[in-house]
């Protein structure tokens, strides 16, 4: 099958197709890790999993070994997690602080800034070996915004900022909310599903989903009760798909269940209405009525393309995909919170994630097992298709409508053709690529 | 305390915690969650932190009774889709060490090992549970259990959606 005929998006008479060799085929998953994975901007990690000078982590990022440490100037420094001399990988755990990197093989010595400062029997080596060569290497391009480290391997990349385009100004949206910065704290929800990496991209965007999916997720929010005293949601216009340039797309709604920011709900206590109300004041005081509206008492679940999503809900989930197979992916998920809360109100938030989120949730076990059962599914006929169409001819796509799977797709599809950039929106006359 | 009576303690303790076993296996969580104080606490932290607080961490599970009782309810409903049709699943408990505290209640600490077996899969959950037991009457009452995985992350499972 031709790349080009993979998706049938058919702006004029509302038909959105994708077929199901996107989620089965090598080949296609192959020809992704060159044309998207290859070529995009990748998340690496949060700057405060590395406070402090000689912190490090270690990422598996598009199939590559990486790790990013903090080194002595300050600065958070990425590399390739193979040794210069002959492969093997320096960082060997997880998480940890370091001085210096030794290479447990022949043991050579890294500083915490890549140089190459000790080689055991280093006048072995004739006179053209030079230390300053065999540095531990970085990938092409690193950039960080509002805290946020990303790689990428195309040296030719946009810069970050122009790639986020307008997931920037929902980024923003997210780290506003503290008055400290944000901090992901320690551990992370680590598990992995048996279905193809974009399926779980488009399932963190999908509101169609949550009722018959998450109904006892749902039936047990209800079931403590909400709070709509004084509530001037209902003046507000519903949630919304947004597809936001680049292939990143959000599904923001109104949120009633609760915000551990600054929208109080039964499940969070009395006692912590006060200092709601007082978070609420202060938000807005800085950012005026309605950015404060927007970051109490909306939620976003935000998909920075290709494959992390900024899960901004019942508490803040940083969720990226690593693509293993066709029919596998890896998962890792941290929480972000604001760096100013502590005690009360960070246990409320603590528990607030736990409820929905996380494969201990009330939620997330259901999205892993419909996930595997769409896999499982697509084995049927060789020859299918699954509709995104949803609100395509609707003035306004609400978030039960599927516009933001659909900038998704998009994106997409125009990269797998070897195109930068797709016309994401729905109903534009011409439609295809730009 | 003489050896009669630590073996003697061990065996009720044992007794019990093959009891709770029997009762996941065979999904009577209703009455499982009936061992529990009421102001119990159930935790599971996640596999990269297994010391995590849960105050302070991410960790994958912190029920107080009341979310306990949910998620009891929530796993007998039909629409917890991850388990329906539910998993088989066999309990194995073993290495039980049993220490008194000073205020009276029992820290108790087993290895067990879980098998689940569900839509053509089969893997363990292996690790350590801790409890912390009351003496309630005659009876045991759990009144906090941390159960960490030995796992290194969830892969083989892709959730932790039956009790651990
Ligand atoms: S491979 Fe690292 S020192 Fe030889």
Not at chain 2, 88 to 114: I, M
Request: proline share 5%; hydrophobic share 35%.
């Amino acid at each position: 099958m031709d790349i080009q005929d993979l998706i049938i998006d058919d702006r004029d008479r509302g038909i959105f197709r994708v077929h199901r060799s996107c989620m089965t085929s090598f080949d296609l998953f192959q020809r992704e890790r060159e044309l998207i994975f290859n070529r995009c901007w990748i998340y690496l990690g949060h700057e405060s999993e590395v406070e402090n000078p000689g912190d490090y982590r270690r990422r598996t990022v598009a199939g590559r070994p990486l790790f990013f440490i903090r080194s002595k100037d300050g600065r958070v420094r990425v590399f390739l997690n193979s040794c210069p001399h002959r492969g093997a990988m320096v960082c060997r755990r997880g998480a940890g602080n370091a001085k210096t990197l030794q290479c447990f093989y022949h043991a050579w010595t890294f500083s915490t800034s890549g140089e190459l400062i000790g080689v055991p029997g280093r006048e072995a080596y004739g006179p053209r070996f030079k230390r300053s060569e065999h540095g531990l290497k970085e990938p092409p391009r690193v950039e960080s915004y509002r805290g946020f480290y990303f790689v990428s391997f195309n040296p030719k990349v946009e810069d970050l900022v122009t790639y986020l385009a307008g997931a920037r100004d929902y980024l923003d949206l997210v780290v506003d909310q503290a008055e400290e910065g944000m901090r992901v704290i320690s551990g992370s929800n680590k598990y992995a599903i048996s279905a193809n990496w974009k399926l779980l991209a488009e399932n963190s965007l999908d509101g169609y989903h949550l009722i018959p999916t998450h109904r006892t997720y749902v039936d047990y929010m209800s079931g403590l009760g909400t709070d709509d005293s004084g509530d001037t949601l209902a003046s507000r216009p519903p949630g919304a798909g947004r597809a936001l340039g680049n292939g990143h797309c959000v599904s923001e709604n109104i949120s009633r269940n609760g915000r551990p920011i600054a929208r109080w709900h039964p499940v969070f206590g009395e006692e912590a209405k006060p200092r709601i109300a007082r978070v609420r004041r202060r938000l807005v005081k800085k950012y005026g009525e309605e950015r404060a509206y927007r970051m109490a008492d909306t939620s976003r679940n935000l998909l920075i393309y290709p494959n992390l999503l900024i899960m901004d809900f019942v508490a803040i989930s940083i969720r990226y995909i690593e693509p293993l197979a066709p029919d596998r992916m890896d998962v890792t998920a941290w929480h972000l919170v604001p760096r100013e809360e502590s005690g009360a109100a960070l246990a409320t938030r603590l528990d607030s994630y736990l409820t929905f989120l996380g494969p201990g949730g009330f939620a997330t076990p259901d999205d892993v097992e419909v996930l595997e059962s769409c896999q499982t599914g697509f084995r049927a006929s060789g020859n299918a298709w699954s509709d995104i169409s949803r609100g395509m001819l609707k003035a306004d796509p609400g978030t039960a409508d599927e516009l933001q799977m659909r900038g998704f797709w998009r994106q997409w599809h125009a990269n797998m053709q070897g195109l930068s950039q797709a016309n994401a929106q729905d109903g534009q006359p011409g439609g295809g690529e730009r | 305390m003489t050896d009669n009576d630590r073996f003697a303690l061990r065996a009720s303790v044992e007794e019990f915690l093959f009891r709770e076993a029997a009762l996941l296996d065979d999904w009577r969580l209703e009455e499982w969650v009936d061992l529990f104080a009421d102001d119990a606490r159930y935790v599971v932290p996640s596999t990269d932190l297994p010391e995590g607080d849960p105050t302070r961490d991410l960790v994958f599970i912190n029920d107080d009774i009341v979310r306990l009782r949910a998620r009891a309810a929530r796993l007998n409903s039909r629409y917890s889709h991850r388990e329906n049709p539910r998993s088989r699943t066999r309990r194995f408990v073993s290495n039980v060490r049993v220490e008194e505290t000073d205020d009276g209640q029992l820290s108790v600490s087993a290895n067990v090992l879980v098998y689940r077996f569900r839509s053509g899969e089969g893997a363990p959950y292996v690790g350590t549970i801790d409890y912390i037991l009351r003496r309630d009457g005659g009876d045991l009452r759990i009144a906090y259990r941390r159960a960490v995985l030995d796992l290194e992350d969830l892969s083989r499972h892709g959730a932790v959606s039956i009790i651990f």
